[in-house]
């Protein structure tokens, strides 16, 4: 059978809707969504809720515990596993719960995954359907942080800044308090409470004393707090250090940090890695792969403009969220939002793959997708 029928997009687009649910509790697992439908009928829904727990395809049948689900259909916004990890192979739970007919909206490009829990599926001689098209798209770009991950072991990059209308982002001075407005940085904190961990550098580290939290009401879990800190500079009497215990720190220091340095900040609570390669790009991509290897499946980098710079020239920018304020600054000397090398003709610059603006108060949101996993 075809994906085709407006009752098949109807309820795959509700299973890529419950999928977003999950943003924030999951990672470094997939945003998985599930609807179980009969024609027009809504039998049950699922979501994948938390690390370990239920995937959305056993939170579903769980739901229709009680009907029968021979003539029923399995719509999943991700293809469903098909290995033993935490929780048992999905594929089994389909099989045992006896439907017929599965639509699944996106690959899975894990190792482990990549079509075997589709073609178990099929061997089961159930129907198997694929999406294409704008549901397909929408699914993929729901899961890019697991997509790169599964890929690459690096997680996902997010950069976001605040700026001038004149792109400057503090003055030559370094004042940055505060360029873009209080929605605005509410809407940044959002985007930490969903992230695994936020990255800044020593400069910023040292300049603001920042805690990194999320500071909103309804968040569960706090991100990791990274600093890159070749020197292992940070103050041990800094917020982030004074609050390791209680919200993980990882500083990334070069092989040219004190040892004492290292040690005492290892035993006020926080993690300290070492990143090795023959510049900053390189030291870069060592950290970003010692960060997913240890879980981290997407990270919000806040800067500053020399670390940002660093990433963009190790080409480990994602996505960029920018905010312009309607403020102009001037000045030769104030800063730039990326300072690292860049590139040296406008044929080698990085293009975006999509461009979105979003009015905040006073503030444009830019929210430019530079790839795609």
């Not at 977003?20 to 009928?41: F, K, T």
């Not at 690459?152 to 997010?158: E, F, I, Q, S």
């Not at 500079?233 to 800094?238: F, K």
């Not at 209680?246 to 070492?274: F, K, M, Q, Y």
């Amino acid at each position: 059978m075809t994906f085709d029928s407006e009752i098949d997009r109807r309820h795959l687009a509700r299973a890529i809707e419950l999928a977003e649910h999950g943003r924030g509790h999951v990672s470094p697992n997939p945003l998985v969504g599930a609807v179980i439908g009969r024609d027009r009928e809504t039998i049950a829904e699922g979501f994948h809720q938390s690390v370990g727990g239920p995937h959305a395809e056993v939170e579903a049948i769980n739901a229709a515990a009680g009907r029968d689900l021979h003539d029923a259909t399995l719509y999943i916004s991700l293809e469903p596993c098909c290995h033993q990890g935490r929780t048992p192979p999905c594929t089994d739970a389909i099989r045992e719960a006896g439907i017929r007919r599965v639509v699944v909206a996106s690959d899975d490009p894990s190792e482990h995954a990549a079509g075997r829990g589709l073609g178990i599926l099929r061997d089961e001689g159930i129907d198997v359907v694929v999406a294409d098209g704008d549901l397909a798209s929408e699914a993929r770009q729901l899961n890019q942080p697991f997509r790169k991950h599964a890929r690459t072991g690096r997680p996902w990059v997010l950069f976001k800044s605040a700026m001038t209308l004149d792109g400057k982002v503090a003055t030559r001075n370094g004042d940055s308090k505060w360029i873009s407005g209080i929605q605005s940085r509410e809407r940044a904190h959002g985007w930490r409470a969903q992230c695994d961990a936020v990255i800044v550098g020593i400069g910023t580290a040292l300049a603001d004393d920042p805690e990194l939290t999320a500071r909103l009401p309804y968040v569960g879990r706090q991100p990791r707090r990274v600093v890159f800190d070749s020197l292992a500079r940070l103050p041990l009497g800094s917020k982030l250090v004074a609050g390791a215990r209680e919200t993980p720190l990882t500083v990334v220091v070069s092989r040219a940090a004190p040892r004492t340095a290292t040690d005492a900040l290892e035993t006020h609570g926080a993690e300290v890695i070492v990143a090795t390669g023959e510049h900053e790009p390189a030291r870069v991509r060592s950290a970003l792969q010692q960060l997913g290897s240890d879980g981290i499946g997407a990270v919000l980098l806040e800067g500053g403009p020399r670390l940002a710079g660093a990433f963009l020239d190790a080409g480990e920018i994602d996505e960029m969220r920018l905010f312009v304020a309607p403020t102009v600054l001037g000045g030769r000397t104030a800063r730039d939002p990326l300072e690292g090398e860049g590139v040296e003709t406008i044929a080698d610059a990085g293009h975006a793959l999509t461009i979105d603006c979003e009015r905040i108060d006073d503030d444009l949101l830019i929210t430019a997708r530079m790839r795609e996993w």
